[in-house]
Nanobody
Framework: QVQLEESGGGLVQAGGSLRLSCAAS????????MGWFRQATGKEREFVAA????????YYADSVKGRFTISRDNAKNMVYLQMNSLKPEDTAVYYC???????????????????WGQGTQVTVSS
């Protein structure tokens, strides 16, 4: 059973930065692509970023491109989301996700992911 645990959320002023972490366990972490999603109150869960099993390919939602960076450390079974220049509209619960199956290209839709963490709240004040 794959387990994911996010950390690093909090309250930050607009323009500030946060770094989210996701600890993974339960299978060979380095074999699988990973993703970050977020869900604001009253809205659907949306894609934020994803990266390939070796970190060589990254994908971002247009809304975060140039501000967020996804990365991973396969030796530590960790995936990260560095968030800079935060905006109030970035306020949401952020989730780390992993797919059941391997793929050549990371998925960007929530339905393609089978394992989810409990989420970490990010609040950006104006």
């Amino acid at each position: 059973q794959v387990q994911l645990e996010e950390s690093g959320g909090g309250l930050v002023q607009a323009g500030g930065s946060l770094r989210l972490s996701c600890a993974a366990s339960g299978r060979t972490f380095s074999n699988y692509n990973m993703g970050w999603f977020r869900q604001a109150t009253g809205k659907e869960r949306e894609f934020v970023a994803a990266l390939s099993w070796n970190g060589g390919s990254t994908y971002y939602a247009d809304s975060v491109k140039g501000r967020f960076t996804i990365s991973r450390d396969n030796a530590k079974n960790m995936v990260y989301l560095q968030m800079n220049s935060l905006k109030p509209e970035d306020t949401a619960v952020y989730y780390c996700a992993a797919p059941l199956r391997r793929s050549a290209v990371p998925f960007t839709h929530p339905r393609e992911y089978d394992y989810w963490g409990q989420g970490t709240q990010v609040t950006v004040s104006s």
